[in-house]
C-alpha cells in the first residue's frame, strides 16, 4: 500500500530549449575556436510541482537542435516514471542498449540525470549537496581562459589573481613551442611564484611531440598538463606520462565511468577531471568520484560550474572547481566566487534558475 503521507513523486513532463549565448571572451584552444556558447536548457517537471533544471553544453551550434530532440525523445518516455535517479539511469541504460550511450545520446541522458536529482532535491527542500550526504563549504576554483596570447592572457590573469584566485589555467599549443614558452613566461611573471598556473593542451600535439614540449615547460612551475595529446590514445597518454615529470591530467572527454576505468587501467593520467555532462550526470560523477578514490586520484571538474559545486564538495579526492562561465547571461542567479573559491547555493536543489528574458532573446528556435 502506497504512503499516503509521502506519496510517490512522478515524472510529469520533460521540456528542453535551445539558447546560444554571447561570451565575453571566445574560447580559442589549439584544435578551434568557441566563439559562442550553444545551450540546452532543460526542465524536468514533477506532480508535486518540483521542478527540476539542467544545461547542457553542445560545443557547436550545428548540435542544438539535435541534442535537443534527444532529450525532448527520451523525457517523452519517462512520463509517469518515479523520480528515483538511480532508477531512471538504469531504465536509460536499456532503452539505449543497441544505439549505444554515447555522444547525443549521453549527454542528453545526463541532461535528464542532472535535472532529475535538481528536481528531488527541490522536493526535499534541501541543496543538491545536503540531498548527498554532504555540506555546503567552499570549493576552491582556477580561472580557466584561452588561447589567449600574451597580451590578454596578462590582463586576464591579473584580474584572476586579484579576485582571490589561487589557479589559473591558460590554453597552449601555439605553432611553435618557442611561442608556447612566450605565453607561459610571461603568465608567470604576471601571477608570481604562489599562484598555480596550469597549461591545456586540447589534444593538440602527437606523443613525442607532447613529450619534447612537456620537458621544456618543467622549468616553468606548472602544476599540471591536460590531454597532451588524443584523449581516446590512453596508451599514448601513458607514455608521455612515463617520460615527463609534470602531473599529466584528463577526463573531460571520458564519456562514462567505464571510460575513465579504463583510462586508469592503463595509467593515462595523474589528476582526473570528469565533466559532469560527458560522464553522465550526478549518477555518472557519483560513481567516477569512487573510481578516483581508489586510487588516490585529486579530482577536479570541467565547466559546468554550477551543479560541479555542489559535485565536488561530496567527492572524496575533491581538487578544484572549473569557473568557465558559460551560462550566466540565461541564469536568474548565476554561481558567485568568492577569494577564489565557491559555496553552493543554500537554495534547495542546484539553484539554477533561468533568466526568461535573457531566454527569449538568446532562444534558437527549431526550423
Known amino acids: 500500500m502506497k504512503n499516503e503521507v509521502n506519496p510517490e513523486i512522478l515524472i510529469s513532463e520533460v521540456q528542453a530549449r535551445s539558447v546560444n549565448v554571447p561570451l565575453e571572451h571566445p574560447v580559442r584552444t589549439s584544435v578551434g575556436v568557441i566563439a559562442t556558447s550553444p545551450l540546452v536548457l532543460i526542465d524536468l517537471q514533477a506532480n508535486d510541482g518540483s521542478v527540476g533544471r539542467a544545461i547542457l553544453f553542445t560545443y557547436t551550434p550545428a548540435a542544438l537542435e539535435a541534442t535537443r530532440q534527444m532529450v525532448m525523445s527520451l523525457g517523452e518516455g519517462l512520463k509517469g516514471q518515479p523520480l528515483a535517479p538511480f532508477e531512471l539511469d538504469r531504465l ?23 535535472a532529475a536529482w535538481d528536481a528531488l532535491a527541490v522536493a526535499r527542500k534541501l541543496p543538491l549537496v545536503e540531498l548527498l550526504g554532504g555540506s555546503r563549504r567552499p570549493i576552491p576554483a582556477y580561472d580557466s581562459h584561452g588561447m589567449d596570447g600574451v597580451e590578454l592572457g596578462v590582463e586576464r590573469a591579473k584580474r584572476a589573481v586579484a579576485q582571490g584566485f589561487g589557479a589559473i589555467k591558460t590554453k597552449v599549443g601555439y605553432a611553435t613551442l618557442a611561442e608556447d614558452l612566450r605565453v607561459v613566461r610571461a603568465l608567470r611573471q604576471s601571477i608570481g611564484a604562489d599562484t598555480h598556473l596550469l597549461v ?144 553552493a547555493p543554500e537554495r534547495p536543489g542546484t539553484g539554477i534558475a533561468w533568466n526568461e528574458d535573457a531566454v527569449r532573446r538568446f532562444e534558437v528556435k527549431a526550423r
Not at 536509460?92 to 542532472?114: F, H, K, P, V, Y
Not at 614540449?213 to 599514448?236: C, F, K, N
Request: aromatic share 4%; hydrophobic share 45%; glycine share 10%.
Open 92 to 114: 536509460l541504460a536499456q532503452r539505449l542498449r543497441l544505439l549505444g550511450r554515447t555522444g547525443i545520446a549521453q549527454m542528453a541522458c545526463a541532461g535528464i540525470d542532472m
Open 200 to 343: 591545456d593542451y586540447n589534444q593538440g600535439l602527437s606523443v613525442p611531440e607532447a613529450v619534447r614540449r612537456i620537458h621544456a615547460l618543467e622549468g616553468e612551475g606548472i602544476s599540471w598538463v591536460e590531454e597532451p595529446t588524443l584523449q581516446e590514445d590512453y596508451a599514448g597518454h601513458a607514455r608521455i606520462r612515463e617520460k615527463v615529470r609534470l602531473p599529466i591530467q584528463m577526463g573531460e572527454n571520458w564519456c562514462g565511468p567505464g571510460e575513465m576505468a579504463k583510462a586508469l587501467e592503463a595509467g593515462a593520467c595523474d589528476l582526473v577531471m570528469p565533466d559532469a555532462m560527458k560522464i553522465g550526470g550526478v549518477t555518472g560523477w557519483l560513481r567516477a568520484a569512487a573510481l578516483a578514490q581508489a586510487r588516490g586520484l585529486p579530482m577536479s571538474s570541467h565547466i559546468f560550474q554550477e551543479v560541479s559545486v555542489h559535485l565536488l564538495a561530496v567527492t572524496p579526492t575533491s581538487h578544484l572547481l572549473e569557473r568557465m562561465d558559460l551560462a550566466s547571461p540565461v541564469l536568474a542567479q548565476p554561481l558567485t566566487f568568492e577569494n577564489g573559491t565557491a559555496i
